[in-house]
């Protein structure tokens, strides 16, 4: 089974931290995504990479960053964190070949920024 | 404005009994639409996959229908149980660039 794992399930941070959320895949994936999950809203994407040290920013990407300098592995920065930037936050990875492969998912990280 | 709607936003039904949810979307041009169930702390995980060509599709309690002229997918649950609870996200992956559209969700409670 594929496995996508997310390196917290709950995190608690102050204004204006640095906070780094990472993400793992064990099935070679090409393709990894970070999307932020809020009620009402659904999941919106945030960066997506399909390639080792390559980016690509998603809908909402101002306030974060993201890094790939392995392929199994997806982090998401957040250079200074905000009050809206609570959030839940999952990964995703999926193969090649397009986005319409199924994406398997991380079991989130719950990010509160006090 | 979101591109896919799901209705209803929850929705608490007994168990055993049968319920449908829907998913409209405006995403064009289309290639294929996802069902994915998400338990409470948990990833979405996929339930099944609806291509253009493809009306209705079964995954033992669910089945999915899709309207590709009138943009319309649902989720039909028959026999619900307990571990039904859970938010079910519906997907539409885009053709041109495979980008997936996601639903808010509809949040089902399955009570006994």
């Known amino acids: 089974d594929v496995k996508v794992t997310q390196s917290s399930r709950y995190l608690v941070k102050r204004t204006g931290e640095k906070v780094f959320l990472e993400c793992v895949q064990d099935?070679?994936?090409?393709?990894m995504f970070w999307y932020r999950q809020d009620p009402g809203l659904g999941l919106r994407l945030i960066y997506f990479?399909?390639?080792?040290?390559?980016?690509e920013k998603g809908d909402i990407p101002e306030g974060y960053s993201v890094s790939r300098e392995k392929k199994e592995r997806f982090s998401l920065i957040l250079e200074s964190a905000s009050t809206n930037q609570t959030s839940m936050y999952l990964c995703?990875?999926?193969?090649?070949?397009?986005?319409?492969?199924?994406?398997?998912f991380g079991q989130g990280t719950r990010l509160t920024v006090v | 404005k979101n591109q896919v709607e799901q209705s209803p936003q929850s929705l608490i039904i007994l168990e055993g009994k049968n319920c449908t949810l829907q998913?409209?979307?405006?995403?064009?041009?289309?290639?294929?639409l996802r069902w994915y169930k998400q338990d409470t702390g948990r990833g979405p995980v996929s339930l099944t996959i609806?291509?253009?060509?493809?009306n209705t599709k079964s995954n033992g309690r669910y089945t999915a229908t899709l309207d590709a002229d009138t943009k319309q997918s649902s989720l039909h649950i028959t026999a619900s149980q307990l571990s039904d609870s859970a938010s079910y996200i519906c997907?539409?992956?885009?053709?041109?660039?495979?980008?997936?559209?996601f639903g808010a969700g509809t949040r089902l409670t399955v009570k006994p």
């Open positions: 995703a990875s999926s193969q090649g070949g397009g986005w319409g492969t199924e994406a398997f």
């Open positions: 099935m070679d994936h090409e393709n």
């Open positions: 990479s399909y390639d080792v040290k390559m980016k």
């Open positions: 998913c409209n979307y405006t995403v064009s041009p289309f290639s294929n």
């Open positions: 609806m291509t253009f060509s493809e």
């Open positions: 997907v539409v992956i885009m053709y041109n660039n495979n980008d997936m559209r």
